[in-house]
């Protein structure tokens, strides 16, 4: 979130377009979580897991391609790297969470 706000606050760039990409963080995990909650209460959902990830994919890839597409006018390019580096970030920081909540040996795991 600091590459975001410095993208958006830093007196070269003032400008909040880039703070848009919230949304897709926000966004992102929900069909993952809900596939799963789903999953776990019917038995084995393979369609429904593929079209969640689908889902998420399309608003990760959005995420990335919102920053690049605005600098093409309202924005500058070094406030699209610092989002595109936030992005990278963020996403990261999901992965881990989600491979830590639900590896079986992990005390985490009972979420």
Known sequence: MTFIILACALPQYKIWWPFMVVLFYLLAPLPTL????????TGTSNASMDIAIFITMSFVVSSFALPIVLARAPIQWGACYLTLAGNVVVY??????????YQEDSEYSMW
């Open 34 to 41: 809900i596939a799963r909650r789903h999953a776990e209460r």
């Open 92 to 101: 990261l920081t999901y992965i881990g969470f989600f491979v830590t909540l």
